[in-house]
């Protein structure tokens, strides 16, 4: 009788920075942080493909650039945009990855940290799928908290902050829906993590 039982890995970021239990889809919108410095920052978005739409797969084919710009009439002024984010976390809490988290994606943009300019170089950027018109799902959030806890247990960070923060005026996501409160409560992070969050 083989009594040996083989322990699957609790969900991780791996030695290559990708998460051990998300969907892998490689994309080719990312480059070396400069001196592979280590990321600091977690920088959270909302993107939705087209707008408010969240039964399609254009998210993904955007970041992977095999989005048919034909498809949809908003889809025209993406083309030629060369993006990307770490994560995307979609309605129903599943996590697709785009770039290890060891690499420059191209999700923040032009954007500033506490004086400190191209947060790209630094951080690792979460797309919640929503919008700023409607709440998020519970199992977003769920996904985002253990998603956090897993990126923070590997990598030094000691900050979170949404896009808004980081390119005010330009930018608008997470959105007046995303509960900076409920992130922190179930993340178990101090309050010091969240710089730009007052009522926390
Ligand atoms: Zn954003």
Partial sequence: MNTHVTRRADPHIDAQGWLSNATRLPSPNFE??????????????????????????AIADFFL??????????????????VSAH?????????QQFVSCDERAWH????SFCGRERC??????IELEGSD???????QYDALAALVR????RYPIDALAGHSDIAPGRKTDPGPHFDWLRL??????PPSFFPFQSNI
């Fill in 32 to 57: 070396a942080r400069p001196g592979d410095a280590a990321p600091t920052l977690i920088v959270v978005h909302n993107i939705s493909l087209p707008p408010d739409d969240f039964t399609t797969n």
């Fill in 65 to 82: 650039n095999t989005l048919d710009h034909d498809a949809h009439p908003y889809f025209d002024q993406l083309r030629g945009m060369r």
């Fill in 87 to 95: 994560f995307v976390i979609r309605r129903d809490g599943a996590v």
């Fill in 108 to 111: 923040a943009g032009v954007s």
């Fill in 120 to 125: 790209n170089d630094f951080s690792i950027g």
């Fill in 133 to 139: 018109r409607v709440p998020f799902e519970d199992a």
């Fill in 150 to 153: 897993m990126i923070v247990k």
């Fill in 184 to 189: 922190r409560h179930d993340s178990a992070l």
